[in-house]
């Protein structure tokens, strides 16, 4: 059974920083691609909005809203994703959603195959 559990959430002042990591178990983790996922408070009907994901063989991605702010990172020997987040603006306060592709890359939340349960973000103005 694959577990993913996130840690690192909390307040932040805008302009802060926050390292969000996420340990994996239950299946080979360098075999998947991984991911972090969002959703803002109150918006639970709405999509999860794609943030990063860094694919098997190291490739990373991000969404528009993140580039140059956020650096997804793995480390295959732990078993963990990490989310460094800097530069933090109130519209970056979400609950943060760890994810384990279903195969070696995540190019979409349709790729999403195990999530986490979210940790969340709060960054005050």
């Known amino acids: 059974q694959v577990q993913l559990d996130e840690s690192g959430g909390g307040l ?7 390292r969000l990591s996420c340990a994996a178990s239950g299946r080979t983790f360098s ?3 991984m991911g972090w996922f969002r959703q803002a408070p ?3 009907h709405a999509e999860r909005e794609f943030v990063a994901a860094i694919y098997r063989n ?3 991605y991000y969404g528009d ?12 020997a732990r078993n963990t994703v990490d989310l460094q987040m800097n530069s933090l603006k109130p ?32 960054v005050s103005s």
């Open 12 to 18: 932040v002042q805008a302009g802060g920083s926050l």
């Open 58 to 60: 190291f490739e990373r």
């Open 91 to 122: 519209e970056d306060t979400a609950v943060y959603y760890c994810a384990q592709a279903k195969g070696a890359t995540l190019t979409s939340i349709g790729a999403v195959e195990y999530w986490g349960k979210g940790t969340l973000v709060t």
């Open 31 to 33: 075999n998947y691609g």
């Open 42 to 44: 109150g918006n639970g």
């Open 65 to 76: 809203s993140v580039k140059g702010r956020f650096t997804i990172s793995r480390d295959n």
